[in-house]
């Protein structure tokens, strides 16, 4: 499998991880399978998060954890669910702002608590 060296966008990524499962990973894994994994992937940037920027301190167990890491193992957990579910994440995504700019035009500018 080639892994560009740039950046690349959300089609192109669903791309490279059916090839990668395909070729690779035999095959998906089960949709809740997959749904229990990305709680789990989930649970472990959670926990980095927790000690980073939380009143938690870091504990021998973790380290070597990696904020960017535990990140792209949701996006990659959350990519094989799109695959696996038919959604176009591209298209998701630009509804998803569509939907929040219109909702919240102005809610968040005239909330008080944000000022």
């Not at 799109?82 to 998803?96: I, K, P, Y």
Request: proline share 2%; net charge negative; glycine share 6%.
């Amino acid at each position: 499998m080639n892994i560009p060296n740039r950046n690349i966008g959300l089609a192109e990524a669903q791309e490279m991880v059916d090839e990668w499962i395909k070729t690779i990973g035999v095959r998906y894994f089960s949709e809740l399978t997959n749904m229990t994994i990305l709680t789990e992937e989930v649970g472990e940037l959670a926990r980095i998060m927790a000690r980073k920027y939380g009143d938690q301190s870091f504990k021998k167990s973790d380290e070597g954890a990696e904020l960017a890491d535990e990140m792209a193992d949701v996006l990659w957990v959350l990519i094989c669910l799109a695959n696996q579910t038919g959604v176009d994440l591209n298209q998701a995504f630009l509804n998803n702002v569509e939907k929040k700019t219109r909702r919240d035009k102005n809610r968040h500018q005239n909330n008080p608590k944000l000022k």
